[in-house]
């Protein structure tokens, strides 16, 4: 079982950055798909952004040109930068990997953007 934890979430101001982190127990990244999903309160959860084992990337809209999604498989770990944070953006954020049938989940990093 592969575990997935997420890191660098917390409080920040509309207009500010955060770059989210996610570590795998095992060197997976090389092979498999990663995602960043979020969760607002009442609301389902939605694929923010997504890198295929193939490096090809993609965003739903409403981050598109503020969050850039990457990873180091040497390093076993995915990021998500976010820039230009909005209040809408408010969520908990989870990391998701993605092979064939295997599919892991982290266990979420609380992003809150407030003035």
């Known amino acids: 079982q592969v575990q997935l934890v997420e890191s660098g979430g917390g409080l920040v101001q509309p207009g500010g950055s955060l770059r989210l982190s996610c570590v795998a127990s095992?060197?997976?990244?090389?092979?498999?798909?990663m995602g960043w999903y979020r969760q607002a309160p009442g609301k389902q959860r939605e694929l923010v952004a997504a890198?295929?084992?193939?490096?090809?990337?993609n965003y739903t809209d409403s981050v598109k040109g503020r969050f850039t999604i990457s990873r180091n498989t040497l390093k076993n770990t995915g990021y998500l930068q976010m820039n230009s944070l909005k209040l809408e953006d408010t969520a908990v954020y989870y990391c998701?990997?993605?092979?064939?049938?295997?599919?892991?989940w982290g266990q979420g990093t609380q992003v809150t953007v407030s003035s």
């Open positions: 890198i295929t084992s193939g490096e090809r990337t």
């Open positions: 095992a060197s997976i990244f090389s092979i498999f798909h």
């Open positions: 998701n990997a993605v092979f064939g049938k295997l599919d892991y």
